[in-house]
């Protein structure tokens, strides 16, 4: 390799690692912080560099968060193509699920719903939490779709049936220290399951009798 | 009545009545900008008082809040006395739980996501939090106490099995304006039938594997 080009490359590793440090620090002072009451500025000084030098980099707060977005959906990938080398596509799908949720930090949960509370008032973040939900929604119901066992099975309404209990994990991770996701994922397998093989025939919501 | 009685009574429900007025407004205020932008001032203005006035029925935002969800509470209450006179205690669990989960209103959904997030940051907020589904849960383990039918209930698992889901639901509310509660609420149903009749087993779950 060239001098030059060893230095190219130098240079654009650096940049790639400046990128990733400045996303580090973005995760932190939003955690802490908000994403609303976090600007630019507090960015560069948790980051240690110039707001000018940030601004190289991500020219908005939007463009911050749209970062961390890319990097999860990276993380995703080589998590999957990970489980993907190792196992059938049932077992991955249901491994991916379960450690997603089993082991997402305390900090990542408060930042997604920090993100869902500002996507409430800001139409920025409503459209990027939006695509993130539609890519997550779109992933799944193709893997249900792949996966089910019966014709019964309807890969959309198994979604739906999942979507309000893996958003409640995340509350329920950013909200207590010592939450135990265990049972919360036990049961996501099992609706899967049940989904997947055509018997998530849930009885219709009954709104003024238990029966 | 005296007359003197008679102003004392007015002077009374007048007051009670500035109070519902300025709940309101604050849970306009907290709904559009957030309970951390919204100042005592904010609510003074949204509520058409003098900031003096506000702080003789409120001393702090938090406060404010702490009187919201006393009026959740007691909206609650007269909700469950209504149906308690109406019909049996399971009905009742499952028509309260069903009317919450498919009536909470888009703002109120909003304002709890906030609170939660607010909560991760302020003492004063997590605290209230943390009381609110305390009550909750104490509540809700005690109806699975008198409703189980089976020695194999386990009122403390069931809840823990319906707290991700319930969660899940106030965040889809909060973040679909054209959400449908009502798969969610039928499985919610389905697993305090199946928890009240001893049948919740759940599976552990698995992180590696899919069966």
């Known amino acids: 390799?060239?001098?030059?080009?060893?230095?190219?490359?130098?240079?654009?590793?650096?940049?790639?690692?400046?990128?990733?440090?400045?996303?580090?620090?973005?995760?932190?002072?939003?955690?802490?912080?908000?994403?609303?009451?976090?600007?630019?500025?507090?960015l560069a000084r948790e980051a240690s560099m110039s707001p000018g030098n940030i601004y190289r980099y991500f020219d908005s707060k939007e463009a911050v968060v749209l970062g961390l977005a890319e990097?999860?959906?990276?993380?995703?990938?080589?998590?999957?193509?990970?489980?993907?080398?190792?196992?059938?596509?049932?077992?991955?799908?249901?491994?991916?699920?379960?450690?997603?949720?089993?082991?997402?930090?305390r900090e990542a949960a408060v930042l997604r719903l920090d993100l869902w509370v500002e996507a409430t008032r800001n139409?920025?973040?409503?459209?990027?939490?939006?695509?993130?939900?539609?890519?997550?929604?779109?992933?799944?119901?193709?893997?249900?779709?792949?996966?089910?066992t019966s014709p019964d099975c309807d890969p959309a309404a198994l979604f739906d049936a999942i979507a309000p209990l893996m958003k409640g994990m995340i509350v329920s991770r950013a909200l207590s220290p010592g939450y135990d996701a265990r049972p919360a994922v036990a049961q996501l397998q099992s609706l899967i399951k049940a989904g997947l093989s055509g018997a998530l025939a849930l009885p219709p919501a009954d709104k003024e009798a238990g029966r």
């Open 1 to 42: 390799m060239s001098a030059a080009a060893g230095a190219v490359i130098d240079a654009r590793s650096g940049q790639a690692a400046r990128r990733e440090h400045i996303l580090d620090a973005a995760e932190s002072c939003f955690v802490r912080n908000g994403f609303h009451r976090t600007t630019m500025q507090d």
């Open 123 to 148: 139409p920025a973040i409503a459209d990027l939490v939006e695509r993130g939900d539609e890519e997550g929604r779109v992933w799944l119901t193709e893997m249900f779709d792949a996966l089910k």
């Open 71 to 105: 990097r999860d959906r990276e993380r995703g990938a080589v998590l999957v193509e990970a489980m993907e080398r190792a196992g059938d596509k049932r077992a991955v799908l249901m491994g991916v699920l379960a450690r997603f949720f089993l082991e997402i930090s």
